[in-house]
């Protein structure tokens, strides 16, 4: 069974669509996360829920709206989607104890058009 | 060296030669770091961690050793083999309490056989 799971896999659309993904742990994890790695494989955090709540964000484009309808699930919505969005999204999730791995899922690449 | 496109440093061994991965951090408040190993089209997957008041931990082929003075983390991989050809990131916890992992640049790691 796959631990920390996203959806879609790839995604391809057109620049001002907006778009949504989605991911699920079954850790049964208290904290997740979504991250962004650009096309030079850096690794940067976008947000951070814990029991549903954001707790971690970072300057992220307002564009970006994370939502979190259980601690299982964190899913995030793009609006009017940019050139620069393009890269790699991947969620992942932790224990709620900073001394414990965050797991990863296998990340979502966005193309944009 | 550098890899040409992605710019990540580069190490290259022979099969069943050691590796060693360096990495410097930027945080000297930081309480706890992971290395993760990131293979083409995967998510970062979890190889060791070591919290600050370690200098060294032991796993499977892997050690991790802290340099606190110099803030300086290396990954030592035993009997390196194919499978071990990745990128590889350390990361560190900066956010204290609230757990935010900040990454490092990442290696490409390529064993020839």
């Known amino acids: 069974d796959t631990a920390v799971s996203q959806t879609p896999k790839y995604l391809v659309t057109q620049m001002g669509n907006d778009k949504s993904i989605k991911c699920e742990q079954n850790?049964?994890?208290?904290?997740m996360y979504w991250y962004k790695q650009d096309s030079k494989k850096f690794l940067k955090i976008m947000f951070s829920y814990n029991n549903k709540e954001l707790i971690i964000n970072e300057t992220v484009p307002n564009r970006f709206s994370p939502k979190s309808p259980d601690k299982a699930h964190l899913n995030l919505h793009i609006n009017s989607l940019e050139l620069g969005d393009s890269a790699v999204y991947f969620c992942?999730?932790?224990?709620?104890?900073?001394?414990?791995?965050?797991?990863f899922g296998d990340g979502t690449r966005l193309s944009i058009l | 060296g550098e890899s040409v496109g992605l710019h990540l440093p580069t190490l290259s061994v022979q099969e069943g030669d050691n590796s060693i991965i360096n990495c410097a951090y930027s945080?000297?408040?930081?309480?706890?770091f992971i290395w993760y190993k990131q293979e083409s089209g995967k998510g970062p997957q979890f190889i060791i961690d070591?919290?600050?008041?370690?200098d060294k931990r032991q796993g499977q082929r892997v050690t991790v050793l802290l340099n606190k003075t110099v803030k300086h983390l290396s990954l030592q991989i035993a009997a390196t083999q194919p499978g071990d050809s990745a990128v590889y990131f350390c990361?560190?916890?900066?956010?204290?309490?609230?757990?935010?992992?900040?990454f490092g640049k990442g290696t490409l790691l390529t064993v020839n056989p």
């Open positions: 990361a560190e916890n900066v956010g204290g309490s609230n757990y935010k992992l900040t």
């Open positions: 850790l049964g994890h208290d904290t």
């Open positions: 945080n000297s408040a930081s309480d706890y």
């Open positions: 070591i919290r600050s008041n370690m």
């Open positions: 992942a999730s932790s224990q709620d104890r900073t001394d414990q791995p965050q797991h």
